[in-house]
């Protein structure tokens, strides 16, 4: 069953809040923070994953700790006469070294890619001789990253 058109009801929802708020914590930490049975609480997880409502467990890196200290959002747009290449594209991006996340957005761009580099010479090098030389790509813009806001978490 796809993600949407699983009912979700409200044990669910809990379980989604607290996995998104920490998703180490163990089967019996996580029953007795919802109020289920470990057992139950095992199932439910398991059928969340089943159906792709829970799309992975993964662990949030610093970039910076990694050596990369700077962040930027990158705006793309394609000629019209490569729009017929979108996902061949979007899969370029996403094998970047650089990239963090890509989004496919609608309005005057195509592209949102989330990039982390060393410096600005890295930045610099990423968007003008990587990403505007490419034929495909019309324009882009980037806004550098100053600083992340802590604890925003989906709302479940």
């Known amino acids: 069953m796809p993600p949407a058109a699983r009912v979700l009801d409200d044990t669910d929802h809990a379980i989604l809040r607290e996995l998104t708020q920490d998703g180490r914590l163990t089967n019996s930490e996580l029953a007795a923070r919802v109020g289920i049975a470990p057992s139950t ?22 970039p910076a700790a990694t050596g990369r200290q700077l962040e930027a959002l990158i705006a793309i747009r394609l000629h019209a006469h490569a729009r017929g290449g979108l ?32 410096d600005s010479a890295g930045l610099r090098r990423l968007v003008g001789d990587t990403l505007s030389v490419r034929e495909e790509v019309a324009a882009t813009n980037t806004s550098i990253i100053f600083e992340h806001v802590p604890g925003i978490r989906t709302a479940l």
């Open 41 to 62: 609480c095992h199932a439910r997880v398991r059928a969340l994953v089943s159906t792709g409502v829970i799309t992975g467990f993964h662990a949030e890196i610093d």
């Open 87 to 118: 996902r061949a594209f979007q899969r370029y991006l996403s094998e970047l070294p650089a990239t963090r996340r890509v989004y496919f957005v609608s309005g005057e761009r195509d592209f949102l890619v989330h990039v982390a580099v060393a």
